[in-house]
């Protein structure tokens, strides 16, 4: 019923600001105890947990990121944003939009996933 669908440049400068929009359908970005993560996965290592958009209209933050990184949403649309600035080439990976409720242990819908490179 859920469905996520990640978008942005699959490419980005080194040093520049990453940006990337999740569009949710078949439930509300605020529905009551919902929460709506961005993840990373890099080639080769494991999954990154960014930040999330939580129901209410509060936002957290991975802290070995957080210094660089927002995320916004737009309620009309029914959509999420994350902003990671000053990326580098370590910042190239398989980014996700990822929905549960806050007291799941685990991610119950997933977006596809887009590749962003980030060139030297």
């Known amino acids: 019923q859920v469905q996520l669908q990640e978008s942005g440049p699959g490419l980005v400068k080194s040093s520049q600001t990453l940006s990337l929009t999740c569009t949710v359908s078949?439930?509300?970005?605020?529905?009551?105890?919902?929460?709506w993560s961005w993840i990373r996965q890099p080639p080769g290592k494991a999954p990154e947990w960014i930040g999330a958009s939580h129901y209410a209209g509060n936002y957290y933050y991975n802290p070995s990121l957080q210094s660089r990184t927002s995320i916004s949403r737009d309620t009309s649309k029914n959509q999420f944003s994350l902003q990671l600035s000053a990326v580098t080439p370590e910042g190239t990976a398989n980014y996700f939009c990822?929905?549960?409720?806050?007291?799941?242990?685990?991610?119950?819908?997933w977006g596809r996933g887009t590749q962003v490179t980030v060139s030297s």
């Open positions: 078949g439930d509300s970005i605020t529905t009551t105890n919902s929460y």
């Open positions: 990822a929905a549960r409720m806050v007291e799941s242990p685990k991610y119950n819908f």
